[in-house]
């Protein structure tokens, strides 16, 4: 008897062990699965109950986290203007404008908490000089080749989904 349960739990061992990761296992994919390159899918601004697309129906942006602790993240909407005059220093004040609330980009270092599921961002410099030099944490799941993050500002909470470039 004991030669027929021997398999099945070598069987069982092996089908737990290695094909589905233990909780620590786990937890360390985390920071090695979220570095790479990220593309956006959707970012919304939630505010009184109402979620907002912060960068228009079809935003553009990329997010890379590399594994040395380094991060980039450039947002666009879609549909900025062109320059009439071809030159971005001979902007509009209405092309600055728009260029100006329809895009964001920033980098700096990172750090995860895997326990807690967040990474701390250090940012350098941002295209809102009000976050040089600032830390943000922010929330985040991974499901297969999607990113979703959650993260607060002054005035609500910004979800954003990314898709792993391939």
Not at 29 to 40: D, H, K, P, S, V
Not at 42 to 63: A, R, T, V
Not at 83 to 103: H, W, Y
Not at 120 to 134: H, K, M, Q, V, Y
Request: hydrophobic residues 35%.
């Amino acid at each position: 008897m004991n030669s027929l349960i021997s398999p099945a739990i070598t069987a069982s061992a092996l089908i737990l062990g290695f094909v589905l990761p233990s909780d620590e296992a786990a937890a360390q994919m985390t920071a090695q699965n979220l570095a790479g390159t990220w593309t956006m899918v959707s970012i919304q601004l939630e505010q009184d109950d109402k979620k907002i697309d912060f960068y228009g129906p079809n935003p553009q942006g990329q997010l890379t986290f590399d594994p040395d602790g380094r991060f980039s993240v450039i947002i666009t909407r879609s549909d900025l203007p062109k320059f009439a005059s071809n030159d971005r220093r001979s902007g509009t004040p209405e092309e600055n404008k728009a260029i100006v609330q329809g895009s964001f980009a920033y980098f700096g270092t990172y750090s995860v908490s895997e326990t807690d599921k967040t990474f701390t961002t250090r940012i350098e410099s941002c295209t809102f000089p009000n976050w040089n030099g600032i830390e943000r944490k922010t929330s985040f799941n991974i499901s297969g080749d999607e990113l979703s993050t959650t993260s607060t500002i002054a005035t609500g909470a910004v979800h954003t989904v990314w898709k792993h470039a391939k």
